[in-house]
């Protein structure tokens, strides 16, 4: 995720849904309003023993963003660790340009057995004389090339562990909670490099709901794995680059960008992830995400939301996220979920505090960045 004010399943080689195959997902709106809204609790989520050493692991990571240097040596370095059996979910945003992703998924298939992928907005960026027509050309060359170094982008059983991919994008829509008024705030436009890094025909469009839909609709294209996966497993885990619920970031009065929640995340998301974990979810669902770069473990409704982003150099330096030390997060061992992330300054926030969107008065460590009208 960039926005310039923060200090901060599809085949391989199958072209993605036609905008006229989409009608049909439209209907997935009217179901939206009915995703309830509340103050997140924590409850208590018991650590894993450790087991067999040989039993399956399942790590994640978001956010790579290895076009910076530091970025990528840490992945190199990662690298160099073997880990025989394990699984890694990379939840988007690996890196710009085409030649580094290929590089950092080369990488981490080098150090991990399996290894998955959903694209985030950044991996779609075509800018500095990238040679694609377009971020759908694109979205197609990188999947090709995961094909090609045995990166899984579809859903598959491991161990008895289903792992599902889901592709998505945001929509302004997501947002539903009450605006920042009073402050001149830079529109989405000026603040998010999206609306010129990316290239879309001309029926998508970063304005409308347009683009949420398309890429909830190349789901349509696994829902028989999806259905044996619920059928046969006892424990699954989704995961997305973006984000799901609202509540899984934090209010806007918080945000340096407070206009944030308008390019996070897709309602269609998440009546996603509850055709597959159940409306009421279950003690064995998990869905991971990324993009807003903050560390988040909660529990919303029966489902288990995780965020482990390495993201920008300069905010581990301000020790945002903790450091770099404790990724990527073991997710899952032995047929059982790992005890809860840390850091995670804003859920723990959260599981302690009442979320409340009506107060509209900025932080002050925002305010300060913003004159009043």
Known sequence: MLVRFIPACLSVSQKPLSLNSLSKHIALSKYKRGI???????????????????????????????????????????????????????????????????????????????????????????????????????LNKLLDACR???????????????????????????????????????SLEMACKDFHACKWPGELSNGDTSLALYFDAINENNLNEIKEIQRTCSHIITFSHFVPRQELCPEKRMLFYPKLPKIIGSDYLEVRIRSIHGIQGSASACHVFGHTHFCWDAVVHGIRYVQAPLAYPRERKRRMNGGENWLPFCIYINGKFADTLSPCYWSDYYSANQRTPHNTKLAPWVARFYNQT
């Not at 994640?60 to 370095?77: G, I, P, Q, R």
């Not at 059996?85 to 399996?114: I, Q, R």
């Not at 599902?164 to 009073?182: A, C, M, N, Q, V």
Request: overall charge negative.
């Open 36 to 138: 309830r809204r509340c103050c997140l609790k924590r409850p208590q989520i018991l650590p894993s023993t450790s087991g067999d050493a040989g039993g399956l692991r399942v790590f994640v990571l978001s956010d790579l963003h290895t076009d910076y240097a530091e970025n990528m040596k840490f992945v190199k370095s990662m690298s160099t660790v073997r880990h025989k059996k394990d699984v890694l979910l990379v939840a988007g945003d690996v890196a710009e340009t085409y030649e580094n992703f290929v590089l950092t998924m080369s990488l981490l298939k080098d150090g991990f057995e399996h290894v998955f992928y959903v694209p985030g907005n950044h991996d779609l960026w075509c800018r500095d004389g990238q040679d694609n027509d377009d971020s759908l050309e694109k």
């Open 148 to 186: 090609g170094l045995g990166v899984e982008t579809n859903p598959m059983v491991i161990d008895g562990l289903g792992i599902i991919p889901l592709f998505s994008w945001y929509h302004e829509s997501f947002d539903r909670e009450k605006d920042i008024t009073g402050f001149y705030i830079p």
